[in-house]
């Protein structure tokens, strides 16, 4: 069973930054397209950025564009998300999750297209 585990969330004031890592284990880690998604409470699962395979093809919400930025270190399986600038509207539960195609294709920011998730990591910001 592949496993997701997110970790470095936590309460960070408004300006803030954080960086999350997702560390990845029984699955060939360099042959997986992978995301982040949030949710807020009492909201959807939004979608907030993608990294292809080699880490050279990103995107991200329009919400996040040009204050996170998504990494991968397939060496030791994980991605991460830094989070620079964060506002109290980024106060969500942040998940990682395994893309269910070899190569990124239109619909990257869908939830269904994502085959396996972690168990979310709690970012908290205050204003």
């Known amino acids: 069973q592949v496993q997701l585990v997110e970790s470095g969330g936590g309460l960070v004031q408004a300006g803030g930054s954080l960086r999350l890592s997702c560390a990845a284990s029984?699955?060939?880690?360099?042959?997986?397209?992978l995301g982040w998604f949030r949710q807020a409470p009492g909201e959807e699962r939004q979608f907030v950025t993608v990294?292809?395979?080699?880490?050279?093809?990103?995107h991200y919400a329009d919400s996040v564009a040009g204050r996170f930025t998504v990494s991968r270190d397939n060496t030791n399986a994980t991605v991460y998300l830094r989070m620079n600038n964060l506002k109290p509207d980024d106060t969500a539960v942040y998940f990682c999750?395994?893309?269910?195609?070899?190569?990124?294709?239109?619909?990257?920011?869908?939830?269904?297209?994502?085959?396996?998730w972690g168990q979310g990591t709690q970012v908290t910001v205050s204003s």
């Open positions: 990294v292809s395979r080699k880490g050279d093809i990103t």
């Open positions: 029984r699955l060939t880690f360099n042959d997986y397209v």
């Open positions: 999750a395994v893309y269910s195609r070899a190569y990124l294709a239109a619909n990257y920011d869908r939830e269904y297209e994502y085959q396996y």
